[in-house]
C-alpha cells in the first residue's frame, strides 16, 4: 500500500503539471497573467488548508488537552512548514498538509517552467529527463529515512515531477496528430500493458537490491510518465479500465478527494473521540473497524467541505479571476 501512495503523488504532480499545460501552456507571460494564474491556485489551497488546520487544532486542544506549537501553526497557515528539515515540522499539526506546501510551491514556479520550455526540441527532452533522474538518485543513496522523508516533502523535490508533465505534454502534442485511431480491444489491451508496467515496477522494487539509489526516482518518475502519455493518447477512445474511471460514482469521488485528503486525518480523530466511544455505549467495538469506521466519518465531512465550503468560495474566487481562466 505504501508504493500505491508513494506512486500516487508522484503521479498527481506530474499529471497535474500535464493538464496545466492544456488550459495554461504560458507560450507568453505577463505579470498581470502571473499573478492571477497564482492567486487563483492559492485561492484553491489556502481556505481547505486554514479549515483542515483549525479543525485539528481544535480536536486536539479538545480531547488530547496537550499545547500547540503555535510557531508551527502559524508556518503551517503559510503553507511554509514543508521546507523545514524538522520531521515534527513539516509533518505539523496536520501531517497531509505538506502537499499542499509543496503544490503552492509548484503553482508559484509552473508559468516560468512552462515559458522556459516551449521552445525545446526532442533532444532538450531528453537531456531534461535524464538530469531529472540522475541528479536526485546521486543525492538519495546514502540518506537515512529522515533524511529522506524531510527531502521527499521539501517543494524543490516535487518541482522535477511537476517538469516530467510538462515535458510529457510536449511529447504528446508532438505524438497526438500521428496517433491512429484504436479500437475498444486494442485500447483494453494498452490498458492492461500499463497496470502491468505498474505492477512490474512494484515487484522490482520489492525484489531486488540494484535499484535501491533509483528508487524515490526512476522507479516512479519515468513509468509514471509513459503510463500519463499512453493513457492522454487514448483520451476519448478508453479501453475497458479506461471506461471504468469515467464511472458516475468514480467521478464524484474524484471531485470531492482534495477535501478527503486534507481532511483524513481530521477523521480519524473523530472516529477515535467521539464515535467509536458513542459506539462503546451501545456494546459496539467500533475500535475493531477502523478502517471501515473512518470511511463512514471521512466521505459525508469530505462531501459536506467540498458543497458548503470549497465550492462557493471557489466559484467568488473564479468570478475574481476569470479575465485569466
Known amino acids: 500500500m505504501w508504493d500505491l501512495c508513494a506512486a500516487g503523488v508522484t503521479f498527481f504532480f506530474i499529471v497535474s503539471a500535464f493538464l496545466l499545460m492544456k488550459k495554461h501552456p504560458f507560450d507568453t507571460i505577463s505579470s498581470r497573467e502571473y499573478r492571477n494564474f497564482v492567486l487563483g491556485h492559492a485561492a484553491r489551497l489556502y481556505p481547505l488548508n486554514w479549515l483542515a488546520l483549525a479543525l485539528m487544532i481544535a480536536l486536539a ?79 538519495l543513496p546514502g540518506l537515512d529515512i529522515p533524511g529522506r522523508e524531510a527531502i521527499y516533502v521539501n517543494p524543490l523535490a516535487h518541482v522535477i515531477d511537476f517538469t516530467m508533465g510538462i515535458m510529457v505534454f510536449r511529447i504528446y502534442t508532438l505524438l497526438k496528430p500521428r496517433f491512429q485511431a484504436v479500437g475498444f480491444a486494442r485500447a483494453t489491451l494498452i490498458d492492461v500493458a500499463l497496470l502491468l508496467l505498474f505492477g512490474l515496477v512494484i515487484l522490482i522494487r520489492n525484489k531486488t537490491t540494484w535499484v535501491k539509489p533509483w528508487e524515490d526516482v526512476i522507479i516512479w518518475l519515468v513509468p509514471q510518465g509513459a503510463i500519463l502519455l499512453a493513457m492522454a493518447l487514448l483520451n476519448g477512445q478508453e479501453g475497458f479500465f479506461g471506461r471504468i474511471l469515467k464511472w458516475q460514482p468514480l467521478q464524484w469521488l474524484g471531485s470531492i478527494s482534495f477535501e478527503v485528503y486534507m481532511l483524513q486525518f481530521v477523521a480519524f480523530l473523530l472516529y477515535n473521540y467521539v464515535v467509536a466511544p458513542v459506539a462503546g455505549h451501545f456494546d459496539i467495538m467500533a475500535y475493531g473497524y477502523k478502517l471501515i469506521g473512518v470511511w463512514l466519518v471521512l466521505l459525508p465531512l469530505a462531501w459536506l467541505v467540498n458543497r458548503y465550503f470549497s465550492r462557493p468560495l471557489m466559484a467568488f474566487f473564479k468570478s475574481k479571476f476569470q479575465n485569466n481562466n
Open 61 to 139: 486542544l479538545m480531547f488530547h488537552s496537550t499545547t500547540v506549537d503555535w510557531s508551527n501553526a502559524a508556518l503551517t497557515a503559510l503553507l511554509l512548514h514543508s521546507w523545514s528539515p524538522q520531521h515534527d515540522m513539516h509533518y505539523g499539526i496536520n501531517p497531509v498538509a505538506w502537499f499542499s506546501c509543496v503544490l503552492m510551491f509548484c503553482y508559484v514556479v509552473y508559468p516560468l517552467l512552462a515559458y522556459v520550455t516551449r521552445r525545446w526540441r526532442w533532444y532538450h527532452l531528453g537531456i531534461a529527463i535524464v538530469l531529472m533522474t540522475m541528479i536526485p538518485a546521486a543525492i
